[in-house]
């Protein structure tokens, strides 16, 4: 149980485009879902909490006219990176916390994107 | 300022070896969580500790939380190549607030 999908698994794009990644709770509801980056070989940085129904919580300093959220169900949230640069190339997860386990979170595996 | 401090950064040892990984902060957490991540893949979750003085065992791993809930360890005992990885803790202050991470500890095990 407990499964987060995200797609797409890697995507290149270039400068200016958009790029959507969809995360998913296969086998339950998710409340809540977090949006992390990641750089080569560090940690994990939140970038918002989104959570079903209502606009996301951005954390300071990232845009949130840039990385756009979209939580509209319990099982799906969208980050869609706007205007992508190559400085936005990361690794991007998702992690969903469902609706009977308040601090447990479980993760997706990870989007890989490259901007040109 | 970082909330969760662990250490070390990087960890190299050979087989067999037993190694212990730190995580350190000033403020109280409601719950510490152990995750552990491949190049290329999100984190797994290993453990999730609750009560202060907590001790939990999964086969050769053994995880720690401190009394007073500030702090937690992650012993390896007789490391394996297997074991290689990227592992981090993470914390919530509040239950139902977000995750917060340490910087990590890379651990390579060679044979």
């Known amino acids: 149980g407990a499964v987060v999908s995200q797609h797409p698994s890697r995507v290149i794009c270039k400068s200016g485009t958009s790029v959507k990644i969809e995360c998913r709770s296969l086998?339950?509801?998710?409340?809540?879902m977090f949006w992390y980056r990641q750089f080569p070989k560090q940690s994990l940085m939140l970038m918002a909490t989104?959570?079903?129904?209502?606009?996301?919580?951005?954390e300071q300093g990232v845009e949130k006219d840039k990385f756009l959220i979209n939580h509209a169900s319990l099982t799906l949230s969208t980050l869609t990176v706007t205007s992508a640069h190559p400085e936005d190339s990361s690794f991007y997860i998702c992690?969903?916390?469902?609706?009977?386990?308040?601090?447990?979170?479980?993760f997706g595996p990870g989007t890989r994107l490259t901007v040109l | 300022t970082q909330l969760l401090e662990q250490s070390p950064q990087f960890l190299s040892i050979q087989e067999g070896e037993n190694l212990t990984v730190y995580c350190n902060s000033s403020s109280v957490f409601s719950s510490l969580q152990w995750y552990r991540q491949e190049p290329g893949e999100g984190p797994v979750l290993l453990v999730t500790v609750v009560t202060g003085g907590e001790v939990k065992k999964l086969k050769r791993l053994t995880f720690q939380f401190g009394d007073a809930r500030k702090d937690s360890s992650l012993h390896i005992t007789a490391a394996q190549p297997g074991d290689t990885g990227l592992y981090l803790c993470?914390?919530?202050?509040?239950?139902?607030?977000?995750?917060?991470f340490g910087k990590g500890t890379t651990l390579s095990v060679s044979s």
């Open positions: 989104s959570n079903e129904g209502s606009k996301a919580t951005y």
């Open positions: 993470a914390g919530v202050r509040q239950a139902g607030t977000a995750l917060i």
């Open positions: 086998d339950f509801q998710a409340t809540t």
């Open positions: 992690s969903a916390r469902g609706v009977t386990s308040t601090d447990t979170q479980y």
